[in-house]
């Protein structure tokens, strides 16, 4: 906000900023460092070789393209989801607005449990299914399904707020300029709507890759074909092996940190452009 | 206001803060440790002292105050320890006068005695294979020489693994070789994660080892054909029977012995049967008293007296009604219908010993890891 | 959630002139897919819960609620959040307006960290306690000496969960309160408001939705963390099971139903939370009848 001073007439900045730095601190960071430190205690090769081992290898081209699937499918439909709620008018608006939140709410192991009942085989929908010859629960799109329930709100709630506060003079004036209502969409509202899109597009991404409790049940877990990469950090745990395990936790951390990194340049970038405006 | 007043107003507040929540984080730890200090009251005195157990079963013998076990266990043992838990309670009543409360635990035998690695204060544990306990063991949890403690490997019941099929047999599955036909789907959990699974493994491995005269590289091919034959994966053995009784998955389940008949009886009599293959393994799982846990708390003799009386007759009727092998021979000859006798291999006879094994096949790389390399 | 989820749905969005709408048969498609999709993800799991819970009769799904086991478990599901939820409210009003209110180095830099938590996976949000507090972690030695039992029991259970819902209320707030700028509360200094006094009587009455439905978001997560809270519960019946542990434990019993009872409890307890939201969303339309919110309209 361009509005503050460095020397702000307003109290508190030294108690507020220490007490979150402070609570940061301890929450946060010096825990997150221990796992950079455990990995310390492996020599460069080591780590390179239980990074790229050809499963690991696998395991994050699993967990990639499931996430980046989940979130792509989230972009377009939390889109609509967004759009239709924020403009339509229908009896239970109020009620399907309150469904988007609960994925947050409901535990994720059972959320996995539920989808893959629904999705096995013998399932409500997977017995649909099977005559027309789709597998969904124990495959990649048994994860993917997994993960667009799981990443739902997150596309949904960054889009929803920013399509409400839209202006609707631009879109007037498209209108009188005799823009098509699929034009005006296209040029006047999709690049308002880009950066937060893109925001809840990076957020569902980043909580797809790590997501664990939802993801086992329907997995299958096979690897080199359904294997995720939390699954692996689990089994390395359970051999005992902590360094191995902190090894690829924190390939994946750094890879969590780039992408909130890139979420908050999106969200700066919007900030700046609505300020400007 | 003056600058310096506010000044010195908010470092103080930030003080206060800060003490505020000190005071709330130091307040879970602490209530929490004293909730366990009341509970081993009876051990105070020890606890500074701790490994002078006379002491501390002295001190018990005369006051008899309550006291609660932590008993670490692994999946399928759920059933036998709730029974068997009333009815050591009732002995121990009834012999010392103590009241006891057995608390449970369940999960991954992996995941189980990584939790007691990790501090997880458990006064006994009863796992699925001793590789799980000799981990323990290393970091100084159990004494090393954990495995003489008590009778028989320290396995007061054993176990095999057999083949669950669905009803009929309608893929006539008789032996281990059977499940590599073209079109049958094996449903067992992943051998990295889950003890059973281990368990189930080395049993193909043997029986294809006996079948190619001791040729390994036959054997390898026979288990990574094996393991194609496998749609999921799961990370237990509770999972995997799940997924095959549940949702409808595969042809046949590996599974403990104990599993399949808790399978059959609690989910389905008219679903399912049981086929013995010609040869499998002879699996032991293990019990011990954590000896450092058992010393500070000074539950170490009621912590012993619960795994003795595992062994006797009363017990081990449970554990055979449970569906584990007993190892009394009276109750075994009680319950031999239940039990078919079939040729059993043994991990210290037929694959050295557990670290052995896991170095060999389960760990980073080991056989296991090659049958799923690319390529391969 | 890097944006606004303060979203109270004003009908103001949803009348709107012909010219700028679509045509009714494109309305019609558009909702019906909308509908269909969020049916498909959302409501078929959900009413498969209560579908599976209610498979064998009332009676059963009232026996699995009230077991002393489930009970336990929630208790301690709530005392989790009752602690965990609380202390993530103070320091994301107190990492709001430090963010919001002044202008420091680092700022991005900070908000990332804060973001953090959500994107790591919840398996390493357990093991980084194991880590620290584990009987082989740097203070398990220190901690077994002092007989201070973190891991395995509520501290360890409490910390999991406050890391895993760290960032929603921070996250909530922010938006906000950038987008309110600082003018009142100079005002309210100005005219010689003490600290505390802006904040009580300036800033809260102005954030107050944002952040109780940001505690709301917070709250429903911290009751229904698996992941990180498995790693580091110890899953001792009755006393460390949180409620989606018991889940999973009656599931891996067989006892289905009585598993999907416990879940269906987690969900009623989620949309309790959701209808209080609600609630709380009609009683500020009726207070400020154009839908006209305190926050957003000072924003430009």
């Known amino acids: 906000m361009k509005g503050s001073k460095a020397r702000s007439v307003l109290p508190g900045f030294g108690l507020s900023l220490g007490f979150t730095i402070f609570y940061l601190s301890i929450m946060v960071l010096i825990p997150l460092a221990g796992v950079f430190i455990k990995t310390t205690g492996l020599t460069w090769d080591q780590f390179w070789n239980t990074v790229t081992n050809a499963r690991v290898l696998a395991s994050y081209r699993v967990s990639l393209i499931t996430a980046l699937s989940a979130a792509l499918a989230n972009l377009v439909f939390g889109l609509l989801v967004a759009w239709v709620l924020v403009r339509y008018r229908f009896p239970g608006k109020k009620l399907v607005d309150s469904l988007v939140d609960l994925p947050f709410a409901l535990p994720t192991a059972v959320a996995g449990i539920a989808l893959t009942a629904i999705y096995a085989p013998n399932g409500w929908i997977g017995s649909l299914l099977v005559p027309l010859g789709i597998k969904v629960a124990f495959t990649p799109i048994g994860i993917t399904i997994a993960l667009i329930f799981i990443g739902l709100p997150f596309v949904v709630r960054t889009v929803q707020p920013v399509l409400q506060e839209l202006d609707n003079e631009t879109e007037e004036a498209a209108v009188m300029l005799g823009a098509y209502r699929w034009v005006t969409f296209r040029k006047v509202i999709l690049p308002q709507l880009i950066p937060s899109l893109l925001t809840g597009f990076a957020l569902a991404f980043a909580r797809g890759i790590g997501e664990y409790g939802s993801v086992v049940f329907i997995s299958g877990n096979m690897p080199l074909k359904t294997e995720i990469t939390p699954l692996l950090i689990m089994t390395k745990l359970e051999q005992y092996d902590y360094a191995g395990a902190t090894a690829i936790a924190l390939v994946m951390l750094t890879a969590s940190f780039l992408m909130l990194f890139i979420i908050n340049y999106f969200q700066w970038r919007s900030n700046r452009r609505a300020t400007t405006e | ?376 | 959630m890097a944006g606004a989820i303060t979203t109270h749905l004003s009908d103001k969005a949803s009348i709107r002139p012909k010219h700028t709408n679509e045509s009714p048969v494109v309305r019609v498609v558009l909702t019906v897919v909308a509908l269909l999709f969020l049916g498909l993800i959302v409501v078929l799991p959900l009413a498969s819960v209560f579908v599976e819970a209610f498979k064998r009769g009332a009676d059963v799904y009232v026996a699995s609620i009230t077991d002393p086991d489930a009970v336990s478990a929630l208790k301690l599901t709530l005392l989790t959040a009752l602690i965990a939820v609380p202390l993530n409210t103070i320091f994301g009003v107190a990492a709001a307006w430090a963010i919001s209110k002044f202008r420091f180095r680092g700022k991005n830099l900070l908000i990332t960290l804060i973001d953090l938590p959500f994107a790591v996976s919840p398996v390493i949000a357990g093991l980084i306690f194991i880590l620290m507090f584990g009987a082989q972690g740097w203070f398990g030695p220190w901690l077994d000496d002092h007989n201070i039992q973190i891991m395995f029991a509520l501290p360890g259970i409490v910390l999991a969960t406050t890391f895993v819902t760290f960032p929603f209320v921070a996250r909530e707030l922010l938006p906000l309160m950038q987008a309110q700028g600082i003018q009142e509360e100079e005002a309210a200094a100005s005219l010689g408001a003490k600290g505390w006094q802006i904040f009580w009587r300036v800033t809260l009455p102005n954030i107050k939705w944002g952040l109780l439905y940001g505690i709301i978001l917070c709250n429903a997560r911290a009751m229904g963390e698996f992941g990180a809270v498995s790693v580091v519960s110890g899953h001792i019946r009755g006393e460390t099971n949180t409620l989606p542990l018991h889940v999973e434990i009656l599931y891996n019993e067989y006892q289905f139903s009585a598993s999907f009872a416990v879940a269906s409890l987690l969900v009623l307890l989620a949309v309790l939370t959701l209808v209080v939201k609600t609630f709380v969303e009609w009683k500020t339309a009726q207070r400020e009848p154009d839908g006209e919110r305190s926050g957003e309209q000072h924003a430009h």
């Open chain 2, 1 to 376: 206001m003056s600058n310096l007043t506010k000044k010195t107003m908010f470092s103080f507040r930030s003080f206060l803060v800060l003490a505020v929540f000190a005071i709330v984080l130091a307040g879970c730890g602490s209530t929490n440790g004293s909730g366990k200090a009341t509970n081993n009251d009876a051990g105070k005195a020890t606890n500074e002292t701790a490994g002078n157990e006379a002491a501390g079963n002295t001190s018990k013998e005369t006051q008899k105050p309550a006291v609660e076990l932590l008993n670490v266990s692994y999946d399928p043992t759920r059933e036998l320890y709730e029974a068997y838990n009333t009815l050591f309670a009732d002995y121990w009543k009834k012999e010392k006068n103590q009241a006891v409360t057995i608390k449970q635990s369940h999960g991954g035998s992996g995941k189980q005695s990584r939790a007691v690695i990790d501090g997880l204060k458990a006064d006994v544990v009863t796992l699925a294979l001793g590789y799980d306990i000799d981990a323990i063991a290393e970091k100084g949890f159990i004494n090393t020489d954990w495995q003489k403690k008590f009778e028989s490997n320290s396995s007061p019941y054993t176990s095999t693994i057999v083949l669950l099929v669905r009803k009929g047999n309608p893929k006539g599955i008789k032996d281990w070789n059977d499940l590599i036909k073209d079109d049958v789907e094996v449903i067992t959990p992943n051998p990295k994660t889950s003890g059973g699974a281990r368990w189930n493994y080395l049993a193909a491995w043997g029986y294809a080892l006996k079948q190619n005269g001791g040729d390994e590289n036959k054997a390898k091919e026979f288990v990574a054909e094996l393991f194609k034959h496998v749609p999921v994966l799961d990370s237990g053995a509770r999972g995997s029977t799940t997924t095959f009784v549940e949702r409808g998955l595969g042809d046949v389940l590996l599974a403990w012995e104990n599993e399949a008949y808790l399978s059959v009886n609690e989910l389905g009599k008219d679903k399912f049967e049981i086929v013995y293959p010609s040869i499998s393994i002879l699996a032991e799982p293990p019990v011990a008293v954590v000896d450092k846990v058992t010393d500070s708390k000074g539950t170490r003799e009621v912590a012993e007296a619960y795994l003795n009386y595992l062994y006797t007759e009363e017990a081990q009727k449970l554990v055979a009604e449970n569906y584990y092998r007993p190892q009394l021979a009276s109750v075994a000859e009680q319950f031999k219908d239940r039990f078919p006798q079939l040729d059993l291999l043994t991990i210290d006879k037929d694959f050295g010993s557990w670290k052995e094994a896991q170095s060999k096949h389960f760990a980073d790389g080991g056989v296991f890891d090659q049958i799923y390399t690319p390529g391969s």
